[in-house]
């Protein structure tokens, strides 16, 4: 690990974004301290990004008195600095994957937004953000991003992200095995492969 540790600290050390001391304690499950500022920095400015886009949606009411979206203009500059941070944790996910901090956006209404901004955040002239982008729900009080080989479960009055032994694999699914931090018991998770089309998902779930 000690090759991805020197690398995080540089990347962390080249980071001239900052974050909210309470987004950055929704990331102490993260063992090295490097990765757990990288999160708590992408988090805070996903955070500030998306406020702003919510801000930009305009709004009208139709005959019905139903509130109907007219869509928005993010700017030119705005559009930039939200890029560059994708950017950024597109070139971090990418570095760590295989490795033990392997990690994704386990929030999905965050990661849908990110998808669909894509196709409409341009780097020059400001971005027209269409009608169909819904406002996105800030987070504030949970994590946005977790470790690939890990799973949150529930412990008392907090959530608990726990580490994966892979212990099986076959043409459908892996099996992984975790101890649950509660009851200190050992719990089995049957996923299913991603690579599966809609009837493989099907037969997996029956």
């Known amino acids: 690990m000690g090759q991805i540790d020197s690398y995080l600290k540089r990347v962390y050390h080249e980071c001239t974004l900052s974050y909210l001391e309470d ?3 929704l990331y102490e499950f993260v063992p ?8 708590a920095v992408f ?13 930009d949606i305009h709004y009208r009411y139709d005959e019905d008195g139903n509130r109907v979206s007219q869509g928005g203009y993010f700017h030119a500059n705005d559009s930039r600095a939200y890029l560059s941070l994708i950017d950024l944790i597109d070139q971090l996910r990418s570095k760590l994957r295989g490795t033990s901090y392997a990690f994704k956006i386990c929030d999905s209404s965050y990661d ?3 998808k669909h901004a894509r196709r409409f955040v341009v780097k020059s002239g400001g971005s027209t953000i269409p009608e169909d982008f819904s406002k996105v729900e800030i987070a504030e009080l949970t994590p946005i991003f977790q470790f690939v080989n890990t799973i949150a479960v529930e412990c008392s009055s907090r ?3 726990v580490n994966l032994e892979k212990i099986g694999q076959g043409s459908y699914a892996s099996v992984f095995r975790y101890t649950d931090p ?12 991603p690579d599966l089309n809609d009837k493989e998902i099907i037969r997996f779930r029956q």
């Open 159 to 161: 959530i608990a992200h």
């Open 32 to 39: 090295n301290k490097d990765l757990q500022t990288l999160f």
């Open 23 to 25: 987004i950055f304690d």
């Open 43 to 55: 988090h805070t400015n996903l955070n500030h990004w998306f406020n702003t886009m919510n801000s």
């Open 112 to 114: 849908l937004a990110i």
């Open 182 to 193: 509660l009851y200190d018991t050992p719990i089995v998770v049957k996923r299913a492969n």
